[in-house]
């Protein structure tokens, strides 16, 4: 039987990160995993920014305002800009909240700017739904729920896949079937789980798993950010 195919390509994938609520080592942490793993491809598996104060949930009344949130996310993407230049972007639940607040609205797609004028993008930032890069599937993930989703949507791509989305769950599974075999990686997430976005999981007993993927020539890892009492990473891998 055939092991899954050998690629040419190094791959980080970034886990959703929710600007402007993203943890606040989430890039020194990236740029360590880029020089250790020399990775040369880079692949945000979506939910780059949070779009909290226009969700259809319950909004927090001392949070910011749409408009403010808006500034803080593209601030603190910037910071993402300049660290990492050149981004393959999976579209996402949360980054298309705009989107579907506007066509709820009845407002017609032409009113809306793309995506990447909002967030102040530059050119090597690109969005689409899925990404395949040595015939793995990269995409975000919300086609299937808990901590077996990666491998469900492995198993329905029939291809080795990377997603990202659910946040309580991360690692590696492999698959085999006749005549071929692949494996599914859920890459964690980049949260600041105190943030009052996700107040909602205050209570859950699955925490945020913080961590990011590399596919290198084909292999995966999962590459956990171990942190601190502080909750602060403790600067190594």
Excluded at 16 to 39: G, Y
Excluded at 40 to 58: F, K, L, T
Excluded at 116 to 121: D, G, S, Y
Aim: proline letters at 5%; a neutral charge.
């Amino acid at each position: 039987m055939p092991l899954f195919k050998i690629g040419k390509s190094n791959v980080l994938s970034i886990p959703d990160t929710h600007s402007p609520f993203m943890h606040r080592d989430a890039i020194s942490f990236l740029q360590e995993v880029h020089r250790e793993k020399k990775t040369n491809v880079v692949v945000h598996q979506g939910d780059e920014i949070d779009a909290c104060a226009i969700s259809d949930y319950v909004h927090d009344p001392d949070g910011m305002s749409p408009g403010d949130e808006l500034e803080a996310a593209i601030k603190q993407l910037k910071s993402f800009y300049k660290a990492f230049p050149y981004v393959k972007v999976c579209t996402s639940n949360h980054t298309t909240r705009p989107l579907k607040r506007a066509f709820k609205s009845g407002l017609p797609s032409k009113f809306m700017r793309d995506i990447k004028e909002v967030l102040e993008a530059p050119k090597g930032w690109e969005w689409q739904d899925r990404w395949i890069i040595d015939d793995v599937v990269y995409e975000h993930g919300e086609s299937f729920g808990g901590s077996q989703a990666h491998t469900l949507h492995a198993k329905a791509n029939m291809k080795s896949t990377v997603i990202g989305h659910i946040h309580a769950h991360a690692g590696i599974q492999y698959i085999s079937i006749p005549h071929e075999q692949f494996f599914a990686m859920n890459s964690g997430c980049l949260i600041d789980e105190s943030a009052y976005a996700f107040a909602y999981a205050k209570h859950m007993k699955n925490k945020p798993v913080l961590g990011c993927g590399v596919v290198l020539k084909g292999v995966p890892q999962f590459i956990p950010m171990i942190t601190d009492k502080y909750n602060r990473w403790v600067g190594k891998l």
